[in-house]
């Protein structure tokens, strides 16, 4: 690990404009499990399953079966930012970094204080009224704990759906992403096998033209052959710590 470290931090001294990429893997540590991982859901019920139901027209025509199946699998108990995260968003307060782009819809980047965080498939702790008149938000508790099991807006009675993309939806923030992740001149991707798109089309999109692609993964991904440097490690908040800690 010592020569990765060593390596990694160079390339983030030399870089004037790091972006960092995270996916599930990230937040592993914080006690969310990841999707394809051992623990993961896809692995327990088939990615077929999963993929039918978080789904936007499962979800319009079935919101009693998407939420019984919601408050299951997606509902965790609080969980606090990992080393990782705290790592970036003292990167980032330091100028070593530029922001960091999501799939996570776990909030832990901006509590861990990260200030320039895309999150492209939304966050679990808002809820928002289904009725265009209306689109009033709730935060989670309101949701947990409401006492029948599809949750409803307390003024025009609406369904609630929590803020993240399912699958049938746009990414949010599209063009914001995409522009960040093709500005860096070294990209650091860290717990996504980047088998989701479309980010991983835009990572796919700068390894074509920039050579300082980044992957910081347990286990294989579909862009280690484009890496300039692959670490694979499940330690990813001490890997961090180290680099840090040279970089001060
Ligand atoms: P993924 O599940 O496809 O891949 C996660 C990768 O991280 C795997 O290759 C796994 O081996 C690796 N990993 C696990 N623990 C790690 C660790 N400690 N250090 C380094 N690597 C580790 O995740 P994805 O590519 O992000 O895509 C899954 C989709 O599911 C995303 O769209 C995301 O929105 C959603 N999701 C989000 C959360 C969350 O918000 N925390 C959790 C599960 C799934």
């Avoid at 020569?3 to 790091?18: F, H, P, Q």
């Avoid at 204080?113 to 935060?139: D, L, M, W």
């Avoid at 947990?144 to 369904?159: I, L, M, S």
């Amino acid at each position: 690990m010592a020569s990765d470290v060593d390596r990694l931090a160079g390339l983030i001294k030399s870089s004037n404009y790091t972006v960092v990429v995270t996916g599930a893997g990230i937040s592993t540590e914080a006690g969310i499990p990841d999707f394809r991982g051992e623990k993961g859901i896809y692995r327990q019920l088939g990615e077929d399953r999963v993929m039918r139901i978080i789904n936007i027209d499962f979800f319009n025509r079935h919101p009693e079966e998407f939420y019984e199946f919601y408050r299951q699998y997606f509902e965790f108990p609080p969980v606090t930012p990992s080393q990782a995260h705290y790592r970036l968003a003292e990167m980032e307060a330091d100028g070593l970094i530029h922001g960091i782009v999501t799939q996570n819809i776990d909030n832990l980047h901006q509590l861990a204080g990260s200030k320039k965080v895309i999150p492209v498939h939304g966050t679990a702790n808002v809820f928002i009224c289904q009725n265009r008149k209306c689109r009033k938000e709730y935060p989670d508790d309101y949701v947990k704990n409401y006492a029948e099991t599809v949750p409803r807006c307390k003024e025009c009675n609406g369904v609630l759906k929590p803020d993240v993309v399912l699958f049938g939806e746009n990414i949010k923030n599209y063009m914001d992403a995409r522009e960040m992740i093709l500005d860096a001149r070294l990209l650091i991707v860290i717990g996504s096998s980047l088998t989701v798109y479309p980010l991983a089309g835009f990572v796919r999109e700068f390894s074509t033209s920039f050579q300082d692609l980044v992957i910081i993964n347990k286990g294989p991904t579909a862009m280690d052959h484009a890496a300039l440097l692959k670490i694979d490690t499940g330690s990813t908040g001490q890997l961090l710590t180290e680099v840090y800690r040279q970089l001060k």
